[in-house]
C-alpha cells in the first residue's frame, strides 16, 4: 500500500521533509510547498536543486499539490493565471515522473448567490485537457470549493467535465456544510459523502477532526486519525472492502493549518513530532481494519 503526506506540514524545508519521510520508513511524499513556496512557483534554480535532492534521497512525489482552482481563488479570477500555473506544473511533474496534480473547482461563492457554474465547468473542462494531453491526470479534492457543496455537486463536475478523477479528502466533509440537504444544512457525513462518489476516487487525503463550534466554518479541533468525528475507520474499512488500490496521503494539520496562520511561524519541532506520530498512528489504524 502507497503511503505518502504532505510533508511541508513536518517542516519548510525539503530537507527535514525527506527526513521525516524516511524516519517512517516511507518512500513516497505529496509535494505542496518548499520554503514556503508552492512547487510549481518556486524558481526554476530552486525547484531544479529539489528535483535533484529528492532523486539523491530515493524520493518519489507521488502527489504534486498544485494551487490550480484552489479555495482563494474565485471564479471571477484571471484564468490567465491558471493557465500559466499549468504551463508551469506540467514539466515539473515530467521531471519528478509524478502523474496525479491535486486541483480544486475555485471558491465558493456565498450560498444563494450565483456560482457561474457553466464557467466553473469550462474551465476545468481546459485544466483537465491541458493535463491528459501531457499524458497527467488532473484529480479534484473535496474542499472549500464549488465541488465540496456537497457529493451531489462533485458528482455535477464529473458528469461535466469528461476525464476528471477524484482525490477524496475525508476531514474535509466534517466541517463543510451539506448544501444538497434541507435547511438548517448539516455538517456533511463523510462516509456518506465517499459512498456517493467512490467509483471515481483515485487518491485520499487521511485527515480528522471535529464538527465546528456554532457559528464557526473551522473544526474544533484537528484529531489524530480516528478520533474525530470524519467517520475515518468506518470509512477504510468501506475502501478496504471495495478494493481501493489507490494512494494515502496523510494532511494531519494538528500542528499546522497553513491557511490559518495570520503569518505567525509554527512551532516547527511540533510539527515535525506530530506528523511522525500522525503517520504511525495512520499505519497502525490501517492494521488494525478487519
Known sequence: MQLSGFTDEAGKDLATQIKATKQLGWKHLSARSI?????????EEDFAKAADQLDEAGIQVVEFGSL??????????????????????????KRLNTRNVRIMSYAMEPWGEDQQDAERFRRLREIVKRFADAGLLAVHENCQNYGGFSAEHT?????????????????????????????PYPWQDALEFYRAVKEHVVHVHIKDCLNPPEGSTEPSKYTMPGEGQARLVE????????GYTGGFAIEPHVA????????????WQQCYDSFVAYGKAFEDLLGKLD
Request: net charge negative; glycine share 6%.
Open 235 to 242: 470509512t477504510l474499512k468501506e475502501m478496504k472492502a471495495d
Open 155 to 183: 458528482l455535477r463536475l464529473i458528469e461535466e467535465v469528461p476525464g476528471l478523477k477524484l482525490l477524496f479528502d475525508t476531514g474535509n466533509p466534517a466541517f463543510t456544510l451539506d448544501r444538497s440537504k434541507a435547511e
Open 256 to 267: 499546522t493549518v497553513f491557511h490559518a496562520l495570520d503569518g505567525q511561524e509554527p512551532d
Open 68 to 93: 490550480i482552482g484552489n479555495w482563494a481563488k474565485p471564479i471571477t479570477s484571471d484564468f490567465d493565471m491558471t493557465l500559466a500555473e499549468i504551463d508551469r506544473a506540467i514539466p515539473r511533474m
Open 35 to 43: 520554503d514556503g513556496t508552492n512547487i510549481h512557483e518556486l524558481t
